[in-house]
């Protein structure tokens, strides 16, 4: 467990239990990898575990009276993002949200970002709303990533399969997972 929800609704990192770190992924994002050290293994400890799990640290007190630091975990796995080509790192989770809004009688999607501009968008849905939800994605993935720069390859399928973990990902980035094996962590110590 790394962090848990107080009474007022913010996520504090539980630093009795396990040493988070909090490495750049990209020079210019809020948006920080998250390396721990759990303090409770003894027999087999993991020094320094990527989890390839991001988040956002704040560095505000909480008024609920707890002392521990406060994360925002609205990032999730790193290759759940997107990357866009300015290097800006954009919240997989966000842009759910936002698709959700966005979009019309879709019952099931999966947005891949093959490379920095390439992206395939696989939909489950009727003929209903098509032309209007392929319009409606476009322009929010050109805002979303901040580039007009990009391509966009719509695929209709019956069903999304699961990934071999028994995970549905809505969003998966083949870019970020390249960036992210082409930049390893620099230890600082």
């Known amino acids: 467990c790394i962090a848990h929800e107080c009474k007022k609704g913010n996520m504090h990192l539980n630093i009795d239990e396990i040493l988070v770190e909090f490495a750049d992924i990209t020079e210019n ?8 050290t759990p303090l409770y293994i003894y ?3 993991l020094l320094r575990y990527n989890i390839q799990d991001a988040a956002i640290p ?20 790193i290759t759940g993002n997107i990357l866009s080509p300015d290097g800006k790192i954009v919240s997989g989770i966000t842009l759910t949200w936002y698709f959700g809004d966005a979009t019309q009688n879709i019952k099931q999607y999966q947005i891949i970002q093959e490379n920095i501009s ?15 939800n392929e319009e409606k994605i476009r322009n ?17 399928c019956d069903e999304i399969p699961l990934c071999t973990n028994g995970k549905y990902r809505s969003v998966i980035s083949k870019a970020m997972e390249e960036f992210h094996h082409k930049s390893p962590l620099i230890l600082k110590f």
């Open 29 to 36: 994002s809020e948006i920080k990898k998250m390396i721990l």
């Open 43 to 45: 027999g087999m400890p």
């Open 58 to 77: 704040i560095m505000k007190k909480c008024n609920c009276g707890l002392p521990y630091p406060v994360i925002e975990l609205k990032v999730g796995r």
């Open 140 to 156: 929010l993935l050109i805002e979303m990533i901040n580039s007009t720069d990009i391509n966009l390859k719509f695929e209709y």
């Open 118 to 132: 390439d992206f395939t968008i696989k939909i489950v849905s009727n003929e209903e709303f098509r032309a209007e």
